[in-house]
């Protein structure tokens, strides 16, 4: 195999997030196949080089100082769809491709199953890492199985959704560089239908009661409809849409903690205000993190319109750059809404994105 060619050149990682922030990486390369992206991750590490593994920068915050090694883009495309009993399918997605257009290809072949994740940026290989979800909707509910590259080994594994400790938002891959997505396989429904409609807000906006199946396509135009009105499908020309979608996780609370934090929360916004939670596995709950902001005192906008870095016009939840900022002031924002909902509630937030050679 001919060695990948390696820009020398200091490349901006700017140009490759969606908040399109982030200092320069050292060395950059973009294979194509998974064989050379799993020969690109091995060189390296036999080089004793630092890795940044890069898919679609939708989920990544770059230090302005940027990265002092080598940032291997995923870029291998392909995918191919397997029939299998009672109207299921297998569909087998190389990690480089995009994921949204692999969602409106399913939708386009009539398979349901993905739908309700339309809109999402970033590319296919950071969907299990992340356990993606949406509207009622999570990757580990699909998932069959990932191909990685385990880099402490150079070999390439098959590993099943089962062994991949898929929770709310994390998995075993999730902040660790221990392996690399090079394949993910889904089972999705043959015969046009969505998956149940699970999630109220879109239960609502198609017309249907909850856990009702409607046309996959009619799931994927109202998801996005209700996803572009929070400015979470990208658009160039809008700066709510310059940012990492969902900036903090919805805290998780210990059922045992619940009355205390409930407790919180009434002394701020009065006890007649119901607070929405919802069930998050065993002995413990869901809080919104965009209700917590909101009643510590964070509006949409926040701090204003002459900040480089704000809090969506149209959702509190996602933190955006106005076209002049810095990784500093989006980390400094974050802290401030961070700290601000501990004050007010005595609840921690968590970031969503992986930060690289930054902190909160």
């Known amino acids: ?21 982030g200092g320069p990486a050292a060395r950059f390369t973009a294979p194509s196949t998974a064989e050379e992206v799993a020969a690109a991750v091995r060189a390296a590490d036999r080089a004793g080089e630092p890795v940044l593994v890069l898919g679609g920068g939708s989920n990544l915050v770059v230090a302005d100082s940027g990265f002092d090694g080598t940032v291997i883009r995923v870029a291998n495309r392909g995918s191919t769809i397997d029939g299998g009993p009672d109207g299921r399918v297998r569909l087998t997605v190389e990690a480089g491709e995009d994921w949204d257009t692999v969602v409106a290809s399913t939708v386009d072949a009539g398979l349901g199953g993905l739908e309700c994740l339309s809109g999402i940026p970033g590319l296919v290989g950071a969907t299990p890492v992340q356990n993606v979800g949406a509207y009622g909707v999570e990757v580990s509910h699909l998932l069959i199985s990932v191909d990685l590259l385990v880099r402490a080994s150079g070999v390439v594994r098959t590993v099943p959704a089962e062994s991949l400790a898929l929770g709310y938002r994390t998995s075993v891959l999730k902040n660790t560089d221990r392996a690399v997505v090079l394949r993910v396989r889904f089972e999705l429904a043959n015969g046009g239908m969505s998956a149940p409609i699970r999630y109220t807000e879109l239960a609502r906006a198609l017309g249907v009661r909850q856990n009702t199946r409607v046309p996959v396509a009619d799931a994927r135009a109202a998801v996005l409809d209700l996803r572009r009105g929070k400015g979470m499908v990208l658009d160039p020309a809008d700066h709510d849409t310059w940012s990492v979608g969902s900036f903090f996780t919805n805290p998780v609370i210990a059922e045992a903690d619940l009355p205390a934090t409930l407790d919180r929360i009434a002394a701020r916004v009065g006890a007649a ?72 509630f005595g609840v921690e937030l968590h970031p969503e994105p992986v930060l690289v050679n930054c902190a909160l």
């Not at 820009?7 to 969606?18: I, K, M, Q, R």
């Not at 929405?276 to 919104?288: I, M, T, V």
């Open 273 to 344: 205000t119901p607070v929405p939670r919802y069930p998050a596995g065993p002995g413990a709950c869901k809080l919104s993190a965009a209700w917590l902001i909101e009643r510590a005192g964070f509006a949409k906008g926040h701090p204003g319109p002459d900040a480089p870095v704000t809090l969506s016009s149209k959702h509190t939840l996602a933190l955006t750059n106005r076209g002049a900022a810095s990784t500093a002031d989006l980390l400094a924002l974050a802290r401030e809404v961070r700290d601000g909902v501990r004050a007010a």
């Open 1 to 21: 195999m001919t060695s990948l060619p390696v820009s020398t050149e200091a490349v901006p990682l700017s140009g490759y997030t969606t908040l399109r922030l």
